[in-house]
């Protein structure tokens, strides 16, 4: 049986710079929001190129950092200092650039292999009851975190918050992911999808086919901003 599809507001933007824009704006008006509810910002981070470029945007821009939680989608089980690393990434194109206190940095272990990585990080986000914010992308084979088409593998409702992934259909083989049931515990999920490579993967998606965004499934739904090059209706 397939998942209950959610909500989906799809928002389409002439250039990945637009994109990039817009989402720094999305996630600095989502921390100002939460902080002003609760005191904190529970974020999960994206990898890939075009998450990357939004990161940047926010390097330049101030805000309560002090009060900002970084926690991330999935990783790679790959040595810390790898640049194939999702939090290496974020460290450089943001997080080493604005008083974010290192304590609120939540990477993934995942160095130290997908089971003793997805074991630690489900504790570490236990204590999270909701995330404020969670980031995703879109892979051109339609996978999410490190969530696969055709693969059962954290698509339960009743999975840990966190899975190992074994033999990975892309490199490298072992990766640690959060859920899909730990990613619908969102008050937001934005998905960042740029590039001509992605038409394809949106157009199963918005065909309602049977693909890991499906079974992330928020209460108030999901948004998806998408470059012109990824919009299949272009």
């Known amino acids: 049986m397939s998942a209950k599809v959610p909500t989906t507001r ?3 933007f002439p250039d990945g710079a637009a994109l990039a824009d817009q989402a720094a704006a999305l996630i600095l008006e989502a921390a100002r929001e939460a902080i002003a509810a609760r005191g904190v910002f529970y974020l999960v981070l994206a990898g890939g190129n075009t998450p990357k470029t939004a ?3 926010l390097r330049k821009v101030g805000a309560e950092w002090s009060k900002w939680q970084i926690y991330f989608g999935d990783e790679r089980c790959v040595p810390p200092i790898s640049p194939e690393r999702n939090d290496r990434m974020a460290r450089r194109a943001w997080l080493d650039h604005v008083k974010i206190p290192a304590k609120n940095i ?4 995942a160095e130290n292999g ?3 990585g997805a074991l630690h990080y489900a504790k570490t986000v236990a204590n999270v009851l909701e995330f404020d914010l969670v980031l995703l992308g879109l892979g051109e084979d339609g996978h999410t975190a490190s969530l696969f088409p055709g693969r059962k593998d954290g698509l339960g409702k009743k999975d840990p918050d966190a899975v190992p992934v074994l033999a990975s259909p892309k490199p490298p083989p072992e990766r640690v992911s ?4 730990r990613l ?3 008050r937001r999920v934005l998905y960042l999808v740029g590039g001509e490579s992605k038409r394809d993967a949106v157009k199963v998606w918005r065909a309602q086919a049977d693909i890991p965004p499906r079974h992330i499934t928020p209460t108030l739904g999901i948004d998806v901003y998408v470059d012109r090059e990824a919009w299949p209706e272009a």
């Open 114 to 116: 997908p089971d003793q």
């Open 106 to 109: 939540h990477p993934i272990p």
């Open 10 to 12: 799809w928002q389409v």
């Open 178 to 181: 959060l859920s899909a049931a």
């Open 55 to 57: 990161y940047e945007r």
């Open 184 to 186: 619908s515990r969102a």
